[in-house]
């Protein structure tokens, strides 16, 4: 029965966490302009535009102009149910054994016989 308990607990915790984290979803993606919004070399100009070159810096990570795959989607999902599941599960656990402590530190209290 304890161990439905902490089974319990770490759902309930698991989902607040989700509601904390995943709850403000925003309307557009980040990095891309709001709708309505002109972006900012829209237009004709009269000049010609003078190209630059830039060296990609050590370490530089190349972005793909498409957005991720299911298989990257999939397993940034994954990894983060399974983060949130181990720490909410650590969480419970913990606060169950601190309970437990405390109940056995009052229960001790009173110079009675040790619990067993």
Known sequence: MEWFFVLAVAVGVGVFVYRLTAGGELDAEPGLPAT????????????????????????????????????????????????????????????????????RLVSDAGGGAPAT
């Open 36 to 103: 309505g919004d002109p972006e900012p070399d829209a237009g004709p100009t009269s000049e010609p535009r003078a190209e630059r070159t830039l060296e990609a810096p050590e370490g530089y990570i190349p972005v793909s102009p498409g957005g991720p795959s299911w298989h990257a989607r999939l397993g940034g999902a994954m990894g983060l149910v399974i983060a949130v599941a181990v720490g909410a599960i650590a969480l419970a656990f913990s606060l169950w054994a601190l309970t437990s402590f405390v109940a």
